[in-house]
């Protein structure tokens, strides 16, 4: 297990109103499986992403990662958290245009201090993971939506997350570019990483291992064999 919420949920306060983004929910994230999480806009989905990914405080219940109950947890400890074990892939891509793809995956391992001898052998392995490596010294406008989108992926394992968190990594993406995206997130979830996608799209159904449904801020879990 890489993390873990119970009975955790988010709220905003706006004045004199409450605004419950996320109910209480309990669900279990393992080594070796693609979470597929799934929900119309403005379910609640991102939010669940959110938590898991360290980027906000639960507001009531108990959120764990990699072992570390992040309720008592600082800023400045919380963003170690994410640098050093997990991954974000982002709908957009969010690569830095005058940089090159080998640049761009090789930014986390610079903002972890790693030297540039490992950091170059590291960023070799992760191009060469999601097939890219041929594409090493283009910028991003000179690549397909598909291949930023692998590009953003070895960004994300090249710091060898235990928990790769995806944002509707296919949104942008062709038909069969989706296809190639969501089998390389796969391939990973295969190899042991934990792998949580939100989506709204079904046709990400039957990439997954398991697949929770997010409407209205509440998190219910599908059985794999009815939902594809």
């Excluded at 499986?33 to 119309?40: A, M, S």
């Excluded at 990662?65 to 600082?74: E, R």
């Excluded at 050093?84 to 995956?105: M, R």
């Excluded at 291949?147 to 790769?164: D, E, F, G, S, W």
């Amino acid at each position: 297990m890489i993390a873990e919420l119970k009975g955790a949920g988010k709220e905003y306060k706006t004045g004199d109103q409450t605004i419950v983004a996320l109910q209480p929910a309990s669900l279990r994230l393992n080594e070796g499986e693609l979470l597929l999480i799934i929900g119309p806009s403005g379910s609640g989905k991102t939010t669940l992403l959110s938590l898991l990914g360290c980027v906000i405080y639960p507001s009531y219940g108990d959120l764990w990662v990699d072992g570390k109950h992040v309720n008592q947890l600082s800023q400045k400890a919380l963003a170690t958290l994410r640098l050093n074990t997990i991954g974000f892939v982002f709908q957009n891509f969010n690569l830095l245009a005058p940089l090159t793809a080998e640049e761009n995956v090789m930014m986390p391992l610079q903002l972890q201090g790693v030297n540039r001898t490992e950091a170059r052998d590291r960023t070799e392995q992760a191009l060469r993971t999601v097939g890219m490596l041929d594409r090493r010294l283009n910028l991003p406008r000179q690549l397909s939506g598909g291949q930023q989108q692998r590009i953003a992926i070895a960004r994300a394992l090249v710091t060898n997350p235990k928990l790769v968190l995806c944002d509707e990594p296919t949104a942008s993406l062709d038909k069969d570019s989706i296809g190639v995206v969501m089998r390389e997130l796969r391939t990973l979830a295969d190899g042991g990483k934990s792998v949580a996608v939100v989506t709204h799209d079904p046709r990400l159904k039957p990439y997954a291992h398991r697949i929770v449904e997010v409407d209205n801020g509440i998190v219910t879990e599908t059985d794999i064999n009815t939902a594809v």
